[in-house]
């Protein structure tokens, strides 16, 4: 694997552990006390943006294994739009995984769904919502970030 992809892979799993860390500390009063934070203080908004970045950094790892950077400006668009046509459009990502779990199907329109929606939210609930209504959207980005990193983590090791 490419030096810059392990970089890439590696951030991407430190946005997914920083993103349970903060919403353990969120639901945790004893956590919250021993760091003297308010407790009524939540960080589920930062846990859904730390959530689309491990999808992110883990998207940007993968097209470097067809030789793809993306960089600014538009970084983020270009990504996903690079992603969607040399991943999932011409089906690559859907043999690799259906190799790598074989007689367990995963769609590559599962992931690139996944990716989406985490970047729909990010939008939505970092910049329109108030932290304490994000509990829910930001467990579903942790698992979500968890199975795309887990998927293309295992196509970059193999």
Same mark, same amino acid.
């Given at each position: 694997? =490419? /030096?810059?992809? &392990?970089?890439? #892979? ?15 500390? /969120?639901? *945790?009063? &004893? ?6 934070? =308010? ?6 908004? /930062? ?15 993968? #097209?470097?294994? %067809? ?6 400006? *538009? ?13 999932? &459009?011409?089906?690559?990502? =859907?043999?690799? #995984?259906?190799? !790598? ?7 590559? *329109? ?6 989406? =929606?985490? %970047?729909? %939210? ?8 108030? @932290?304490?209504?994000?509990?829910? @959207?930001?467990?579903? /980005? ?6 795309? !990193? ?5 196509? #970059?090791?193999?």
């Amino acid at each position: 694997m =490419d /030096s810059t992809a &392990k970089i890439y #892979l590696q951030r991407a799993l430190n946005e997914i552990s920083a993103a349970k860390l903060l919403f353990a500390v /969120s639901n *945790d009063l &004893k956590k919250k006390q021993e760091f003297q934070i =308010d407790e009524e203080t939540t960080f589920f908004s /930062s846990v859904i943006s730390h959530s689309y970045y491990g999808i992110f950094y883990g998207a940007k790892a993968i #097209l470097l294994t %067809k030789g793809i950077k993306t960089e600014m400006p *538009d970084v983020h668009k270009k990504t996903y739009e690079a992603f969607e046509e040399h991943f999932v &459009k011409t089906g690559i990502l =859907d043999m690799e #995984l259906l190799k !790598i779990y074989q007689k367990m199907i995963v769609r590559a *329109d599962g992931l690139l769904q996944i990716f989406r =929606d985490e %970047k729909w %939210k990010r939008g939505h609930f970092t910049y329109q919502t108030i @932290p304490q209504a994000n509990k829910e @959207p930001a467990e579903q /980005s942790i698992q979500n970030a968890m199975t795309f !990193i887990k998927n293309i983590r295992l196509l #970059l090791e193999k």
